[in-house]
Antibody
Framework: QVQLVQSGAEVKKPGASVKVSCKAS????????MHWVRQAPGQGLEWMGI????????RYAQKFQGRVTMTTDTSTSTVSMELSSLRSGDTAVYYC?????????????WGQGTLVTVSS | QSVLTQPPSASGTPGQRVIISCSGS????????VTWYQQLPGTAPKLLIY???QRPSGVPDRFSGSKSGTAASLAISGLQSEDEADYYC???????????FGGGTKLTVL
């Protein structure tokens, strides 16, 4: 069965960086895109970006340009998302989610989420 | 401020039919398919409807989606207590070249 297992919760100070990983299993890793979505406490969902594990092509949301880096490791079927220059507003649960790609922009499986807390 | 607009709340009694709306523009809903997600308290979102009106396997046919122009809707018939959750619509925005979500609708089963 398809599983996306994310790394554990993190507590960071303002100005620091955080890296969240997402290990995929149960399907052919390179056949699907991976998206990152975050959700601040009590708030809605916010799309951060998409990575094509086959080509390495990436598209980041304008809001996060310059602060976010998404990478993929096909040898371990893992994608990672690093967010830098953290501020309190980045406190959120971060999700990886699988997408079919090829113009099909929905997410059929989600990771369990990783809580990132930014606090001095 | 979300790109797609949803009512913040909706409610119904068991057995009723509830409709949740999602409004966008020509650059997103008007030119893309609409997806709906269900998020139960404390859990990750779950794919409910994709490609405007398609249900993944395992999603009851009580859930249905539709789209017309720059608006979409999710209908839930035969409302059950376990349907109490947050519901989000989503689409791709061709102008932003980004994924966009609605602000979410909290459904309460009275």
């Amino acid at each position: 069965q398809v599983q996306l297992v994310q790394s554990g919760a993190e507590v960071k100070k303002p100005g620091a960086s955080v890296k969240v990983s997402c290990k995929a299993s149960g399907y052919t890793f390179i056949s699907f895109y991976m998206h990152w979505v975050r959700q601040a406490p009590g708030q809605g969902l916010e799309w951060m970006g998409i990575i094509n594990p086959t080509t390495g092509n990436i598209r980041y949301a304008q809001k996060f340009q310059g602060r976010v880096t998404m990478t993929t490791d096909t040898s371990t079927s893992t994608v990672s998302m690093e967010l830098s220059s953290l501020r309190s507003g980045d406190t959120a649960v971060y999700y990886c989610s699988r997408g079919p790609g090829s113009g099909k922009h929905w997410f059929d499986f989600w990771g369990q989420g990783t809580l990132v807390t930014v606090s001095s | 401020q979300s790109v797609l607009t949803q009512p913040p709340s909706a409610s119904g009694t068991p057995g009723q039919r509830v409709i949740i709306s999602c409004s966008g523009s020509t650059s997103n809903i008007g030119s893309s398919t609409v997806t709906w997600y269900q998020q139960l308290p404390g859990t990750a979102p779950k794919l409910l409807i994709y490609s405007n009106n398609q249900r993944p396997s395992g999603v009851p046919d009580r859930f249905s989606g539709s789209k017309s122009g720059t608006a979409a809707s999710l209908a839930i018939s035969g409302l059950q207590s376990e349907d109490e959750a947050d519901y989000y619509c989503a689409a791709w925005d061709d102008n932003l070249n980004e994924g966009v979500f609605g602000g979410g609708t909290k459904l309460t089963v009275l």
